[in-house]
């Protein structure tokens, strides 16, 4: 059975910067390919930042490009999101996924992770 289980979340002052942890158990890390997602309230969930197989290929949303970086440490079972230069409009819970089957995917779509963690507040005020 696939957990994840994030970590790191808090409350940060504008300008601040948070580091997130996804620890995953069951299998080993490298075989799955990361995201993370977050959902404002009020609002849908939406793409953050994914990390694939190849720790090469990453993807940001342009919201968060320059200030967030995702990369993983495969020994630890981990995947990191540090997320720096933080913006009120950056509090959401945050999510991270994880997708085990290989091939092409939309490293965007939601929908193409199998695995959730339960998610962790980060809450920037001004």
């Known amino acids: 059975q696939v957990q994840l289980v994030e970590s790191g979340g808090g409350l940060v002052q504008a300008g601040g910067s948070l580091r997130l942890s996804c620890a995953v158990s069951?299998?080993?890390?490298?075989?799955?390919?990361m995201g993370w997602f977050r959902q404002a309230p009020g609002k849908e969930r939406e793409f953050v930042t994914a990390i694939k197989w190849s720790a090469a290929d990453t993807y940001y949303a342009d919201s968060v490009k320059g200030r967030f970086s995702i990369f993983r440490d495969n020994p630890k079972n981990t995947v990191f999101l540090q997320m720096n230069s933080l913006k009120p409009e950056d509090t959401a819970v945050y999510y991270c996924a994880a997708r085990s089957r290989r091939g092409y995917y939309d490293p965007r779509g939601e929908y193409e992770y199998a695995y959730w963690g339960q998610g962790t507040q980060v809450t920037v005020s001004s």
């Open positions: 069951g299998r080993a890390i490298i075989s799955y390919a």
